[in-house]
């Protein structure tokens, strides 16, 4: 005899009007190939979409009653891939996957690059002084620990200590690291005022990355002890695994220092261009 849960989803699937546009829709799944450059880029393009933001509490209730139905096979005729995939990225968008409970709006990865642009704009105003340096600074970092922490690997309790820990180990470190390089920089006498300018206008981009590491390590450390759970292709549980829990923060690690690069050292760039095309001959 068939397994009921194995048969529900399948059955479900059947009753999804097939799409031209949408592939057929699996629970759990990425809609996008993550086989090529382009299909990741289309997958985190969906996360990071701004417009799951504006999603009303009803149409957030309406897409996990959608996902319920097809994981029970009681999907009702005429629900189509599109809407199936619609639904996931809503619920995926807004929803904590470990504890289903709701990510407060600025936390969410569809709103940091909404709420995370003006701190940028920030940390890159020209001829900052020492408190509005340390001001922006701790603002970011503040804003970064909360996004670490809303987002976590929640199949494991930690204890506040560990986030408060994280977060005050980042804000000393970014504070620290930008604060003495703009002191360096405004000391060095052999950098004539215009070099000095353009290096500290990159004087952000070390600061942050440094303390992203920093407040990523600290704040989820505790899984690198403990190990994180492992699911199988059906989503049950096989173990806890040290070597999973390594992996996955140094891959949040190493985007925490990518991500940062386009904003806070392409701008440092291309104003220093504009500059020398505007200077005479």
Sequence with gaps: MADTATTAPVAAASAASASSDAP?????????????????FRHFLDIIDPRTLFVTERRLREAV?????YKHGTLRPGVTNEQLWSAQKIKQAILHPDTNEKIFMPFRMSGYIPFGTPIVVGLLLPNQTLASTIFWQWLNQSHNACVNYANRNATKPSPASKFI???LGAVISAVSIAVGLNVLVQKANKFTPATRLLIQRFVPFPAVASANICNVVLMRYGELEEGIDVLDSDGNLVGSSKIAARHALL?????????????LVLPPIIMSMLEKLKRPN
């Design 65 to 69: 009653q959608l996902l319920e139905d």
């Design 251 to 263: 891959e949040t690690a190493l985007t925490r220092v990518v991500l940062p690069m386009p904003i």
């Design 24 to 40: 057929p829709f699996q629970l759990g799944k990425p809609r996008f190939q993550q086989t090529s450059f382009y299909g990741r």
């Design 165 to 167: 820990q994280g977060y």
